[in-house]
């Protein structure tokens, strides 16, 4: 009779002592603090699988004084960037956001031959391609994962998918507080208390206008078009188009044409040049796009070979980044992201099918609905809506512009026929 013996892993383990690394943590808000209590949190599993120990060295802020949602010794706390600077570290970790004092702190680190890890988008989106170079002249290692996603591999994603060739289209739903503010709408909710619920849950600044205006996503847009196509993100062209000033108005055009709408970002490679679009879109319901509620994300990636790579998760809020953070400085040493070949960039002409929707007096209604083909109104006779086949994005400012010029009040959104967005991903 043969017997079977059950083997534990850890004795043929031999003991060790876990590698140290020295971090230097640049700002403890929500990000910040979230990523504190995941060290202390984690400690033990860090040590036990990836053989790490992850010591603060320093922490800086802007007010010493203030209570922190975080386990930390006061004694680390600094105001002052030049000290801050001057502290050992292996790995600094910038989660200030913003272009400065963020961008003098990942400049000297990585002129230092630190590695850096950040989550900032607008700095990457700005100053990539200089960062990057940094990096390499002085064989430091810059670590991004965590500015696009949150919580979703995006950007890994990405790496994995340029192992089959350049994809063609990559899609999705980039900015969670967006998302999170649609899906309250579509419940009921007020833009004030949609706003409320989303500071609330750690999902909103205090201004969420660059969430709203789409600014957020086309920060991260341009950094998935890097990864994607080797285009510098400081020269990706996005097109883009804002919810505000009233979102709700898109959820009414949605729903009179049975769709769901939401904020759609996408890079794509049109004869050999990359276009780039952030943008209200209202896409079929029932597909994944609108089945992608609150502050979830989710990444779509075509490779024209086989189904679209597909990631989504929590894409708002401080633990989700600070998770991607953690899993960056887990992977500074001896990590080298992969690049596309180069592209270049354009203005996204694209035609599609765009739904418009025209608001004002009934008179004035009366002379503009045959002019403009809209072919429904509401029971006050105050709006009226259609929807325009086969136009450019130029085509339709053009004409959102004149009948602005008439007294009217007019949007447009996109518009996805049946099965666009319906894929099944692999």
């Known amino acids: 009779m043969t017997s079977v013996a059950r083997i534990d892993p850890e004795a043929y383990r031999a003991p060790r002592r876990p590698?140290?690394?020295?971090?230097?943590?640049?700002g403890c808000g929500a990000v910040g603090s979230a990523l504190l209590r995941e060290l202390v949190a984690r400690r033990e599993t860090l040590a036990r699988r990836h053989d790490v120990e992850v010591v603060v060295t320093r922490i800086l802020v802007r007010d010493a004084d203030r209570d922190r949602a975080a386990p930390l010794d006061r004694a680390l706390l600094t105001t002052d960037v030049d000290e801050f600077l001057a502290t050992d570290a292996d790995v600094v970790v910038e989660a200030i956001g913003?272009?400065?004092p963020a961008g003098r702190i990942a400049r000297v680190a990585l002129a230092r031959g630190r590695d850096v890890v950040t989550a900032n988008k607008e700095l990457l989106a700005s100053h990539g391609t200089e960062l990057t170079g940094l990096a390499a002249r002085h064989r430091a290692s810059l670590r991004y994962d965590a500015a696009?996603?949150?919580g979703v591999p995006i950007l890994r994603l990405l790496d994995d998918a340029?192992?089959?060739?350049?994809?063609?289209v990559v899609r999705g739903i980039l900015n969670g507080t967006s998302n999170y503010v649609l899906s309250r709408l579509e419940r009921g909710d007020t833009l004030d208390a949609a706003l409320s619920a989303a500071r609330t849950a750690g999902f909103a600044e205090a201004d969420a206008t660059r969430d709203l205006d789409g600014r957020d996503a086309a920060a991260k847009l341009a950094l998935v078009a890097w990864a994607t196509f080797?285009?510098?993100p400081e020269r990706v062209v996005v097109r883009r188009q804002s919810l505000l000033p009233d979102p709700a108005r898109y959820l009414r055009l949605a729903g009179r044409l049975e769709r769901t709408v939401r904020q759609v970002a996408e890079c794509a490679l049109v004869d050999g040049a990359v276009v780039a679009s952030v943008e209200p879109v209202l896409v079929e319901r029932g597909s994944a796009l609108a089945g992608t509620s609150r502050e979830q994300n989710r990444v779509e990636v075509h490779t024209g070979w086989s189904a679209p790579l597909c990631a989504s998760g929590p894409g708002a809020g401080g633990v989700p980044t600070a998770t991607a953070l953690l899993s960056d400085i887990l992977s500074t040493a001896g990590q080298v992201r992969r690049t596309a070949s180069a592209c270049d960039a354009a203005v996204d002409h694209r035609s599609a099918s765009w739904a418009l929707e025209i608001r004002g007096v009934p008179a004035l209604l009366h002379r503009l609905v045959p002019a403009s083909g809209c072919v429904h109104t509401d029971a006050t006779a105050s709006c009226a809506w259609t929807i325009v086949e086969g136009a450019a994005p130029a085509e339709i400012d053009r004409l959102l512009v004149l009948?602005?010029?008439l007294g009217a009040d007019p949007i447009a959104a996109r518009f996805e026929a049946i099965g666009t967005t319906d894929a099944e991903c692999s």
């Open 230 to 232: 080797g285009i510098a």
């Open 403 to 405: 009948f602005e010029s």
């Open 98 to 100: 913003g272009l400065d």
């Open 148 to 150: 696009v996603g949150g």
């Open 162 to 168: 340029l192992g089959a060739g350049t994809p063609s």
């Open 19 to 26: 590698a140290t690394v020295r971090v230097a943590l640049a």
